[in-house]
């Protein structure tokens, strides 16, 4: 085993010795407990065996800080950096990529084929295994277990959660020999302290020893009253003013607001954390890091870096939070206020973390913080090495009680879901590599069908709630008549009253017409008689329980019922996963994408794409449409098509004729799409957003980016984004198939006029 300069916790040592034996393993532990230790260790196996190593990450900026940090260690020649937009040494030792780069690898599209890729590789990392819970790209998790190479071992490195044992069983099913490592130890334990606004200078013990909620917290009164407007006040420069005199920052202070971020910055402005030296320093390193990215220049929240504060989310440069990490892991700045983005593994080691809240507001009003998502943000505190403890403090809200903050401390951590939804790509992808029947047995090997009995629970609870409910209807009969007897009681007596009320018409009026009864109405009236004869037999018709026996048996028929749909829904749930993929396959055959299961030149094409809905973008690019469109019209249209919906209401300002028209021309793509999903109840977006088309035409056609932000009231880092997602799709447009060569020559030119500051910092 690998000597480390220092002492290896045991479930490091543990883990390291499963990789000497040659086995994948899971690591599950908390936030900050030294996981990466133990992917360390595979590196140097792997440097000493003269094999490589891949470590995946979800995010590009948590693989552009890998690269930096193995760098450093392991010497830039033995370190290579792949994500979609940047290719450094990929044929390293050690490659850092994101998780998506790594399951493109193994599908052999855009990279080569499958046995080059992965030639030599003895080991993957795939860091942030927990992200196959996230809603839109869990699903690149499960495809880079299924589909990697037996040979290769996987090192699985996990935040606490509660089925992990599941989780390695099911890589031990579909991949290789795989053992679980789970710790609930913390190197820095933590310390939780409330927030009461009526208490406000100090912070409170949120628990006993015992563990009982701290009865000197008082909950926090409604925000508004009758009559008039109480908001509630900001307490925020109090609580770090608790902090700083209490030793208790540096701190990263969560809060669920971009806006709130900022304006809880400019509130602690005051303060003065920074010493005359400390603000010395700040100034020179700003200084260095501004002459290497002068689009910072005169940036207005410099003030507030210099005396201790900043504020971190996705509306921000990506320079600019590059240059706010730095400044934080070098102990220059006090306290971030940062969104819960922050909280997925970005390098930002704090000894307190503030909590502004334990619910958030959604589209559907405000939930309580799940378990996992509370882990985060809280494990986030004390730095191994550094602080005795870290410490977590809450502020006191009017949507939450003390109770309930003190139950989620205490409660333990989410299972994992599968978010495993096949795509038309992989539909695709497989049909290339494998017929329909061993298509079927890999979407069978998905997490999301390991665990479709957990997935299930909830429907097989209520199955069990109605068998208790029929079990305990059963009525016992005085006289032993079982439901059937009863039900056959009914019978005779429903058609006896039927016919009887009958008769009993006819009789009037053959009566009123002083007739004398026909035969048929004689024999009918016997028949009658005997159905009554034949009914007096039944004990029930003088039973003074019958109603209750009858009522009885109706209540559990709908029970029967009920039981038999979810029956059905379990039915359905188990083959969703297949049944999606049909349902792709179909559209891609209806389409001309797929012949006799096998993808057809245009299938190719869009077997290689990466979208959120690659027939969409495929139909788009074989429609001819942007075939003649010049670098700034082509990147307005993408822009268009691959930008999310925005909850925020923001005006389009005016764009090119060109790309108008293009678009309104697509608009009939988007509608024919929509419509054949929903023919085959898929669920896969389609996007026709023009609110940045306008900005990236100036920008392509080289206004400067003042002009660009200033022209649209939104964060320049959702610029950012909007762009770079506009340079991923048209960079796909340059590598895959079957792309026209006039088309492949605008985009790189867009791409190269798109890529320039302040878009191209990583």
């Excluded at 031990?172 to 334990?189: E, I, W």
């Excluded at 016992?476 to 009958?502: A, E, G, H, S, W």
């Excluded at 018709?541 to 709908?558: A, G, L, M, P």
Aim: glycine residues 4%.
């Amino acid at each position: 085993m690998y000597e480390f300069p220092f002492e290896l916790d045991d479930f490091q040592k543990e883990a390291c010795q499963i990789i000497d034996n040659g086995e994948s393993v899971v690591v599950c532990a908390p936030t900050g407990a030294g996981k990466t230790v133990i992917a360390q260790h595979a590196i140097n196996n792997a440097l000493k065996e003269n094999v490589r190593i891949f470590y995946t990450t979800p995010l590009k900026a948590l693989s552009n800080q890998k690269f930096y940090d193995f760098c450093e260690q392991y010497g830039q020649d033995n370190v290579g950096l792949l994500t979609g937009d940047t290719s450094i040494n990929r044929n390293a030792q050690i490659v850092i990529m994101t998780t998506e780069v790594f399951r493109n690898m193994l599908y052999g599209t855009n990279f080569g084929a499958v046995a080059d890729n992965l030639k030599d590789v003895r080991y993957v990392v795939l860091d942030e295994v927990h992200y196959m819970n996230d809603e839109q790209r869990g699903t690149v998790w499960e495809e880079s277990i299924i589909y990697c190479p037996t040979n290769i071992q996987i090192i699985a490195l996990s935040a606490t959660v509660a089925n992990c044992q599941e989780l390695t069983d099911w890589i031990n099913t579909v991949h290789s020999k795989t053992k679980l490592v789970n710790t609930d130890f913390r190197p820095v334990p933590l310390r939780f302290y409330y927030f009461d606004s009526s208490q406000p200078y100090k912070l409170l013990p949120l628990l006993t020893p015992s563990g009982q909620v701290n009865s000197k917290i008082r909950p926090e009164k409604p925000q508004w009253s009758k009559g008039r407007d109480k908001r509630k006040k900001s307490y925020v420069k109090q609580v770090i003013s608790n902090l700083a005199s209490q030793d208790m920052l540096p701190a990263i202070y969560f809060t669920f607001s971009r806006k709130k971020c900022d304006e809880q910055m400019e509130k602690c402005s005051g303060l003065e954390l920074n010493t005359k030296a400390e603000q010395q320093k700040i100034r020179e390193f700003i200084d260095d890091f501004i002459a290497e990215n002068p689009h910072l220049y005169g940036n207005k929240n410099i003030d507030y870096l210099i005396q201790g504060v900043a504020s971190h989310h996705a509306g921000l440069l990506p320079a600019w939070k590059n240059l706010v990490e730095k400044l934080f892991q070098q102990g220059l700045i006090k306290v971030v206020f940062a969104t819960e983005t922050l909280a997925a593994g970005i390098n930002m080691p704090a000894r307190s973390t503030v909590i502004s809240a334990v619910s958030k507001r959604t589209d559907s009003g405000h939930r309580m913080l799940t378990a996992n998502e509370f882990l985060q943000m809280s494990g986030r505190a004390g730095r191994r090495g550094m602080d005795e403890v870290g410490y977590v403090t809450i502020i006191g809200t009017s949507f939450q009680s003390p109770e309930e903050v003190a139950q989620l401390v205490l409660s333990n951590s989410n299972p994992l879901e599968s978010k495993f939804s096949p795509s038309y790509s992989m539909v695709l992808n497989l049909l290339q590599r494998f017929d329909l029947e061993e298509s079927k047995e890999l979407i069978l090997k998905s997490f999301g069908y390991y665990s479709s009995d957990y997935r299930l629970i909830p429907i097989l609870e209520q199955i069990k709630q109605y068998d208790n409910d029929i079990e305990q209807r059963a009525f016992k009969c005085p006289f032993k008549l079982t439901d059937d007897d009863v039900q056959k009681y009914d019978k005779i007596r429903f058609m006896y009253v039927q016919n009887r009320q009958t008769y009993k018409k006819i009789l009037r009026q053959e009566k009123s017409k002083h007739r004398a009864l026909s035969p048929e109405v004689i024999e009918f009236g016997e028949r009658n008689k005997k159905e009554l004869q034949q009914m007096q037999k039944y004990a029930c018709d003088n039973c003074k329980f019958y109603k209750k026996h009858s009522k009885n048996i109706e209540v559990t028929q709908r029970l029967l019922s009920k039981r038999k749909k979810l029956e059905k829904e379990i039915e359905k749930q188990k083959d969703i996963y297949w049944n999606k993929f049909l349902a792709h396959r179909a559209i891609l055959q209806n389409w001309g994408y797929l012949e006799n299961d096998y993808p057809t030149e245009r299938g190719k094409t869009t077997s290689q794409l990466r979208s959120e809905n690659e027939i969409y973008l495929s139909e788009v690019i074989f429609s001819g449409l942007l075939d003649n469109l010049s670098p700034s019209q082509l990147a307005g249209v993408i822009c268009a098509i691959t930008t999310e919906d925005i909850r925020a209401e923001i005006p389009y300002i005016p764009f090119s004729e060109p790309v108008r028209k293009t678009l309104n021309k697509i608009r009939n793509i988007k509608r024919k799409v929509e419509k054949a999903q929903s023919d085959y109840d898929i669920d896969s977006p389609t996007y026709i957003n023009p609110y940045f088309s306008s900005l990236i035409e100036l920008w392509v056609e080289g206004a400067d980016w003042e002009t660009v932000k200033g022209s649209l009231d939104i964060g320049e880092g959702d610029i950012v984004r909007a762009f770079k997602r506009t340079v991923d799709v048209l960079r796909q447009l340059t590598i895959i198939d079957n792309i026209p060569e006039a088309l492949v020559f605008t985009a790189r030119e867009a791409i190269e006029k798109i890529m320039r500051e302040p878009v191209d910092f990583d």
